[in-house]
């Protein structure tokens, strides 16, 4: 497939643009920040943005501001900035997004030891994450008013190795990012279907039906790093709520 990575200057896009050729796409690379071989742009620029999709058959939407800001740069780059990506993509005719929803979107949800679902209510914990709501809710609308088709991904922690004890259950390795992308991109009929973006970790708070049914298999799991970021303080944000930290900024 032809495929328009946005954000393709940023960590996850870095790490994409090495992987995804792999599974059989041919990239499109877009910006804010220049990146070799791709396009600068902005995506709060309407032109922009619609040059950028025309052509390609899928659009991989990374793009936008990746942690808690002011409501205002969140309202531009990313609130703004993905309804720009949803009007483009309907008027140059792109049947498919694959979108990077967060687990920020979910935040304040309370880790009570029983697996979280896709289906678990938003309680986002930041502007952040409640742009990530939003994105989520224009992916719906664009599905069933213009039948273009989503997979919101609620990526955990997509790093190339976990940071901290919390991403030994958060972790998204680069390796199975581009599976579950592969299969949000490629599996027929998904209307918008969110789901949670974690590797197979042995302390997951996720539960990953919905990504499996798109046929995804995770590979990887964080434990192997266990030893290198210690244990996690019970005390601590990061072991009571889904979004961590995130709730206390
Ligand atoms: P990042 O901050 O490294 O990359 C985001 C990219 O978007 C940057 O290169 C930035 O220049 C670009 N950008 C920002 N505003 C823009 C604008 N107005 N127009 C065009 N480009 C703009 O973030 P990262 O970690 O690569 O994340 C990628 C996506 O995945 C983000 O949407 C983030 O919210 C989401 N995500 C990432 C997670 C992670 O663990 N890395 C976890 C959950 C979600
Ligand atoms: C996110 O949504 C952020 O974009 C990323 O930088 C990490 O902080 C990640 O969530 C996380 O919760 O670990």
């Given at each position: 497939?032809?495929?328009?990575?946005?954000?393709?200057?940023?960590?996850?896009g870095?790490?994409l643009?090495?992987?995804?050729?792999?599974l059989?796409?041919?990239l499109?690379?877009a910006?804010?920040?220049?990146?070799?071989?791709?396009l600068?742009f902005?995506?709060?620029?309407?032109d922009?943005v619609?040059?950028?999709?025309r052509?390609?058959?899928?659009?991989v939407?990374?793009?936008?501001?990746?942690?808690?800001?002011?409501?205002?740069?969140?309202?531009?780059?990313n609130?703004?900035?993905?309804?720009e990506?949803?009007?483009?993509?309907?008027?140059?005719g792109?049947?498919?997004?694959?979108?990077?929803?967060?687990?920020?979107?979910?935040?304040?949800?309370?880790?009570?030891?029983d697996?979280?679902?896709?289906?678990?209510p938003?309680?986002?914990?930041?502007?952040?994450?409640?742009?990530?709501?939003?994105?989520?809710?224009?992916a719906?609308?664009?599905?069933?008013?213009?039948?273009?088709?989503?997979?919101?991904?609620?990526?955990?922690?997509?790093?190339?190795?976990?940071?901290?004890?919390?991403?030994?259950?958060?972790?998204?390795?680069?390796?199975?990012?581009?599976?579950?992308?592969?299969?949000?991109?490629?599996?027929?009929?998904?209307g918008?279907?969110?789901?949670n973006?974690?590797?197979?970790?042995?302390?997951?708070?996720?539960?990953?039906?919905?990504?499996?049914?798109?046929?995804?298999?995770?590979?990887?799991?964080?434990?192997?790093y266990?030893a290198?970021?210690?244990?996690?303080?019970?005390?601590?944000?990061?072991?009571?709520?889904?979004?961590?930290?995130?709730?206390t900024?």
């Amino acid at each position: 497939m032809h495929v328009l990575l946005t954000g393709a200057a940023g960590g996850v896009g870095t790490l994409l643009r090495d992987l995804l050729p792999a599974l059989g796409h041919t990239l499109r690379l877009a910006d804010l920040k220049p990146v070799e071989g791709g396009l600068t742009f902005d995506l709060r620029d309407t032109d922009a943005v619609r040059a950028a999709v025309r052509g390609v058959d899928a659009v991989v939407h990374l793009g936008g501001i990746s942690l808690e800001d002011t409501f205002t740069n969140i309202l531009g780059s990313n609130i703004e900035g993905t309804y720009e990506l949803y009007e483009a993509v309907r008027q140059e005719g792109v049947k498919r997004v694959v979108f990077a929803s967060s687990n920020h979107a979910v935040g304040y949800t309370p880790l009570t030891g029983d697996l979280i679902g896709s289906d678990t209510p938003t309680r986002p914990d930041t502007y952040y994450g409640l742009s990530k709501v939003f994105g989520e809710g224009l992916a719906s609308l664009y599905a069933d008013k213009h039948g273009i088709e989503t997979v919101s991904i609620r990526i955990g922690s997509c790093f190339p190795k976990p940071r901290s004890a919390r991403m030994l259950s958060t972790w998204l390795s680069p390796a199975d990012c581009a599976r579950l992308v592969h299969a949000a991109l490629t599996t027929p009929d998904v209307g918008h279907t969110i789901v949670n973006g974690i590797s197979a970790n042995t302390r997951a708070w996720w539960d990953l039906s919905t990504a499996r049914a798109l046929g995804y298999e995770p590979h990887d799991n964080a434990e192997a790093y266990a030893a290198e970021v210690g244990e996690l303080d019970p005390d601590s944000p990061d072991a009571k709520l889904l979004g961590g930290f995130f709730t206390t900024l």
